[in-house]
């Protein structure tokens, strides 16, 4: 009998601290699925997820992050057009000039208030919970 398990990665809500308002990263992937997102990636075998959340903001922003919570899991199975994934959801806060690596086609800082529209996979709920959290203190309701 063989079982498929959902593939682990991780997200990562970064808060830039030395900017008004706190503005988020996302970056604008250059494979499939096209789009704006969330820094964040597949945790690889033998990984915690917090180092795995501390590498890839490493590889995709250039930032030196430090983890504040572990905010939410998001596991809806089509969350990820290309296979079951389950997404452990941190906020971080980081210091300096974000640039796109790895890969990233771009990058930019956004206000909560002007995300844009084309986010990939589930990361328009996700930071529709977050923008929730950080206004009322809240956390998203489960299901």
Same mark, same amino acid.
């Given at each position: 009998m063989s079982y498929r398990n +959902?593939? $682990?990665t991780v997200d990562i809500i970064i808060e830039l601290l030395d900017r008004p308002y @706190? %503005?988020?990263v996302l970056v604008e992937r250059l494979? +499939? %699925?096209h *789009?704006? !997102?969330l820094p964040g990636g597949f945790? /690889?075998? *033998?990984? !915690?997820v917090e180092k795995a959340a501390i590498r890839e903001a490493a590889e995709e922003t *250039?930032?030196?992050i430090k983890l504040v919570e572990q905010f939410q899991v998001y596991s809806a199975p089509d969350r990820d057009p290309r296979h079951h994934t389950l997404s452990v959801v941190f906020l971080a806060m980081a210091k300096g000039? $974000?640039? !796109?690596g790895d890969d990233a086609k771009n990058l930019a800082v956004f206000e909560l208030w002007d995300i844009p529209q084309n986010l990939c996979f589930d990361h328009e709920r996700i930071? @529709? /919970?977050y923008r929730y959290y950080r206004e009322h203190g809240l956390r998203p309701k489960l299901l």
């Amino acid at each position: 009998m063989s079982y498929r398990n +959902p593939i $682990p990665t991780v997200d990562i809500i970064i808060e830039l601290l030395d900017r008004p308002y @706190r %503005p988020i990263v996302l970056v604008e992937r250059l494979n +499939p %699925p096209h *789009g704006w !997102a969330l820094p964040g990636g597949f945790v /690889d075998y *033998g990984e !915690a997820v917090e180092k795995a959340a501390i590498r890839e903001a490493a590889e995709e922003t *250039g930032l030196h992050i430090k983890l504040v919570e572990q905010f939410q899991v998001y596991s809806a199975p089509d969350r990820d057009p290309r296979h079951h994934t389950l997404s452990v959801v941190f906020l971080a806060m980081a210091k300096g000039e $974000p640039f !796109a690596g790895d890969d990233a086609k771009n990058l930019a800082v956004f206000e909560l208030w002007d995300i844009p529209q084309n986010l990939c996979f589930d990361h328009e709920r996700i930071l @529709r /919970d977050y923008r929730y959290y950080r206004e009322h203190g809240l956390r998203p309701k489960l299901l």
